[in-house]
Every structure is written in structure tokens, then in C-alpha cells.
């Protein structure tokens, strides 16, 4: 950027136009006016080359540039303005100075249109044209310094504009980087605030069907009505109901779909620590090993609830699949179900403490237990 600085300060400072001898080429006109005019443009400082005709202007021309070049229009091989138009096609920073003997209105709109920037009579003083030759090469030099300076500020523009660009790419990409980063804040923030909320109203639940039916109607918030049950394990590992949400099943089959439900699944579930989703019953039918037809045209979420590596209930959601569930809703079961299983140990512990066969000494900690606590303890009764 410091190098494209210095480059932008050059192009706006003004730089001196070029001064000195001019390099000026005679074509045609009569060889005495051509050597008196060499010879006071020699006394000036200017350098100047004569030819007599338009081959040998346009071979001139190609050896080398020219500040001006002065002309005749009448020359032995041709109109001297073809040359002039020559030059204002290829070389346009070389000017033109027309001198005739003619001056008539249509010459001199030919010359302009050739590019011509002054037209002398002949006739004119020796002094008088040499006078309008410098004062054209002065124009000349001024149209060069201004078309170098407008060059260098056209390479600096498509610079800046380059910069710009890259800037702009830039700060795009830190605007989608801000917007990802503030919306995976903002998503972490809800979920710390939904956990908090779940765990304030789980922690209220001492009672196996409060608990349950707080979760359920929790659960029900982030999922919209749906089909549910949870199936909580007995002493000797089997499942059984605990409670459900019969969101559009007829009254009369509920039951035995639910039951049908708990000796399928769960044994599944009770080592699966993922969430599995099934968009078809046919697929559903291969994991769980038996008929799923009742469930035809259903999106099924099955997920077990663990802690401290053991199942505490297994959770099923279902409804058509032509309401599926959001995508988004995996990472708010992840996070519910912890806390649920988490709770359902506390209530466990709780429970488990208040009956004949608890341990004379208390534990220091109430919040610790070991894993042997649930192996007499029945669910299944506990709701019942």
C-alpha cells in the first residue's frame, strides 16, 4: 500500500513540462524556405531534418518520433495532408503545422479535420514562422505532458479501483465471518439459556410423573406437537411406559402401538448414546428387526437418555413425515436429554434414600451415588 501512496502522490504533483530543442521534420515546400527555415530553427537550438516528399516523410516518420512535423500541402508525390492524417491516426501526441500558399476556407477545415494545429501563410515573415512553429511546439509539448499525466493517473485509477476491490472482498468476508461468528454465539447463547430453563424446571420434579410430564411438555415446545413416549427401565433392565403424548393415533390402537414400541426399540437403544432418525417405516422396520408398518409414512427420532453410562429411559418422537422435524432439533434433544437423565438419577437417588434399606451412614455428598444404586430400584412401579 506505501508503494501504491507514493504512486497516487507522483500521478498529482505537477511535474515540469518538458523544455530545450525541439526535433522538428520539413516536408515539401520550396529547398530555399526549407534551409532558411533549418537554419533559424539551428540558431534556436532546434534540431530539424528536411524531406521533399511524402515517401520520404513517411519513411522519416518510421526512423524516429517527431515533436512537430511542418508541411506543405503540395508536395511532388501526393497531398501533404494524408500525411498529417497519417500522423493524427498513429501518432497523435505529434502535431502538425501546415504552411501554404493557398489559404482558402475549404484548406484550411481539411487541415483541421487532418489534426493541423496551425496553418501559415507562406508569405509570412521568416521570424513570423519560426514565432508559430515554437509556439506549436509548445502546444505539442503541452498536449504530451498533459496525455503522460492523464496515462499515469488512468494506471493509478485502475489501481485504486483494484484496491478497492480487494478491500471490499475483504471486508465482505470479515461481515460473513462477524455474522457467522455472532450467530454461533447467539445459537450457543439459546441453548445455554434453554438448558438453564430445562434444569430450573426439571429440579422442581421429586415426583416420577411430575418429571415426566414436565419433560414431555417441555420437549413439546421445541419439537411442535408430535407423538411421544417415554419408556423408562425397571429393576431388571426391561422397559416399560412411563408416559406419552398421542398427538393424532386413534385412541383405540395407542396402547398397543406404544407396547409394541417399548419391546422394539428400547433394547436397541439402551447402548446407542446417538440420535436415530428414520424417514421411512422400511428402514425402520431393518434397524429395530420386526414389522413397522404401523408406523407407515412416519418420521421416527429414537434417543436414549444416559448418565454416567447408563440408560435412564429412552425417548421416542413420530408423526407423518409430511410435518418433518427441523433439522436444527438434534442439537436441542443433545442437550435436553442430559439434563433429563441427569434428574431422573437425582429423583432415583432421592427416592432410594427415603426407603427402609438406605444405608445407616448418609454419604457426605448428596449429589453422589454409585452405580448400584438403581439395581433394586423398579421404574415401572414408581409410576404405576
Known amino acids: 500500500m506505501d508503494h501504491l501512496d507514493q504512486e497516487i502522490a507522483d500521478a498529482f504533483t505537477e511535474q515540469p513540462m518538458l523544455q530545450g530543442p525541439g526535433r522538428i521534420l520539413l516536408v515539401g515546400g520550396s529547398s530555399r524556405l526549407q534551409s532558411d527555415l533549418a537554419a533559424k530553427l539551428a540558431e534556436r537550438q532546434h534540431h530539424s531534418e528536411c524531406v521533399s516528399g511524402l515517401e520520404a516523410g513517411q519513411a522519416a516518420l518510421a526512423r524516429r518520433d517527431y515533436d512537430l512535423v511542418v508541411l506543405s500541402p503540395s508536395l511532388p508525390d501526393g497531398n501533404g495532408l494524408a500525411l498529417a492524417r497519417m500522423l493524427q491516426e498513429s501518432s497523435p501526441l505529434t502535431k502538425t503545422v501546415v504552411l501554404s500558399s493557398d489559404g482558402s476556407f475549404e484548406q484550411a477545415v481539411e487541415a483541421l479535420q487532418c489534426g493541423v494545429i496551425d496553418l501559415v501563410e507562406v508569405s509570412t515573415p521568416l521570424d513570423g514562422i519560426v514565432a508559430r512553429i515554437e509556439a506549436a511546439l509548445k502546444a ?54 434453554m438448558a438453564a430453563e430445562f434444569r430450573m424446571l426439571l429440579r422442581q420434579e421429586l415426583d416420577v410423573e411430575d418429571l415426566l410430564r414436565t419433560a414431555l411438555e417441555y420437549l413439546l415446545t421445541k419439537t411442535g406437537p408430535t407423538n411421544a413416549a417415554v419408556f423408562l427401565p425397571d429393576a431388571s433392565t426391561k422397559f416399560e411406559l412411563g408416559a406419552y403424548v398421542n398427538y393424532d393415533c386413534p385412541r383405540e390402537t395407542i396402547t398397543v402401538l406404544l407396547n409394541h414400541l417399548c419391546g422394539t426399540v428400547c433394547p436397541q437403544m439402551t447402548e446407542e448414546t446417538e440420535i436415530v432418525s428414520f424417514d421411512d417405516a422400511a428402514a425402520f422396520a431393518e434397524w429395530v428387526g420386526a414389522d ?9 427420532l429414537a434417543y436414549s437418555c444416559m448418565h454416567e453410562g447408563r440408560c435412564m429411559a429412552v425417548m421416542v418422537l413420530f408423526r407423518s413425515k409430511d410435518e418433518p422435524f427441523d433439522e436444527t432439533l438434534a442439537a436441542s434433544i443433545d ?20 426407603s427402609p434399606s438406605w444405608p445407616k451412614d448418609p454419604l457426605e455428598d448428596d449429589d453422589e451415588y454409585e452405580a448400584g444404586d438403581y439395581d433394586d430400584y423398579g421404574f415401572g412401579g414408581l409410576v404405576a
Open 292 to 300: 413397522a408398518g404401523f408406523l407407515s409414512g412416519c418420521q421416527v
Open 140 to 193: 505539442s509539448r503541452a498536449d504530451g505532458h498533459r496525455e503522460q499525466r492523464l496515462a499515469q493517473l488512468q494506471v493509478v485509477c485502475k489501481k485504486l479501483m483494484a484496491a478497492r476491490e480487494e478491500v471490499s472482498d475483504h471486508l465482505d468476508r470479515l461481515c460473513k465471518d462477524l455474522v457467522a461468528a455472532y450467530e454461533d454465539v447467539s445459537d450457543q447463547m439459546n441453548e445455554v439459556a
Open 335 to 354: 442437550i435436553l436429554r442430559a439434563i433429563f437423565a441427569e434428574q431422573v438419577a437425582h429423583v432415583i437417588k432421592v427416592h432410594h434414600r427415603a
